[in-house]
């Protein structure tokens, strides 16, 4: 498709559940950055993969939370043990390399934690 | 590190007013500037952005302006229409790293 997509577009789960949410960038772009944006609060980065650099996990919440991303492409966030305070959208972003490029977002997914 | 400061919301105005809404930042090295929007339901947009110091980014009548002496990206629009509301984010990145580090997001709620 011609833009980011993510899935699912909703979940509900169980506290301690595992899940896993699906972001596929664009086409072409080498960087891709989930966020996650909580009820009434900013924008909060998690992870940020460049190429075959080693990812930037500086912004995962805790050990909980994991990313990858296979053959440079899509990516999945899992969540283990999901607790309430784990509700939230999260964004999967994507751009090509370098500061200053448009970084272009996916719609989200809706996470609740039940 | 980098951190970007933006007015506290709501803000409320009445279709055709003027609108501006605050944005400082503090980064290091040379960043490039945001303001994304998010409507009602909808995923965020890039609204308009500048890569240095007095570039001016437009766009929907949108304007804001990179201003490196008073670290600001203020954003401006002259008559604000009911279909401009929504969650303004101002956003910065720097060097070789685009992630992007945001404001809290500033509401506005245009009213007829």
């Known amino acids: 498709g011609a833009g980011v997509s993510q899935s699912p577009s909703n979940k509900v789960t169980e506290k301690g559940k595992d899940v896993e949410l699906r972001c596929d960038p664009i086409s072409g772009h080498t960087a891709l950055y989930w966020y996650r944006q909580s009820l009434g609060q900013g924008l909060e980065f998690l992870i940020y993969f460049q190429g075959n650099s080693a990812p930037d996990k500086s912004g995962l919440p805790s050990d909980r939370f994991s990313a990858e991303r296979t053959g440079g492409s899509v990516s999945t966030l899992t969540i283990q043990r999901t607790q309430q305070e784990d509700s939230a959208v999260y964004l999967c972003?994507?751009?090509?390399?370098?500061?200053?490029?448009?970084?272009?977002f996916g719609e989200g997914s809706w996470l609740t934690v039940v | 590190g980098n951190s970007v400061t933006q007015m506290e919301g709501p803000v409320t105005l009445s279709e055709e007013a003027f609108l501006t809404i605050n944005c400082t930042y503090t980064a290091t090295g040379y960043p490039s500037l945001f303001w994304y929007v998010q409507y009602p339901g909808e995923g965020l947009q890039l609204l308009l952005k500048a890569t240095k110091a007095d570039d001016k980014g437009s766009n929907k009548g949108f304007e804001a302006t990179y201003r490196k002496e008073t670290t600001s990206f203020h954003l401006e629009k002259g008559s604000v229409q009911v279909s401009d509301s929504a969650v303004y984010f101002c956003?910065?990145?720097?060097?070789?790293?685009?992630?992007?580090?945001f404001g809290t997001g500033t509401r506005l709620q245009v009213t007829l």
């Open positions: 956003a910065l990145n720097t060097g070789t790293a685009s992630k992007l580090t």
């Open positions: 972003a994507s751009s090509l390399a370098a500061a200053g490029n448009t970084i272009y």
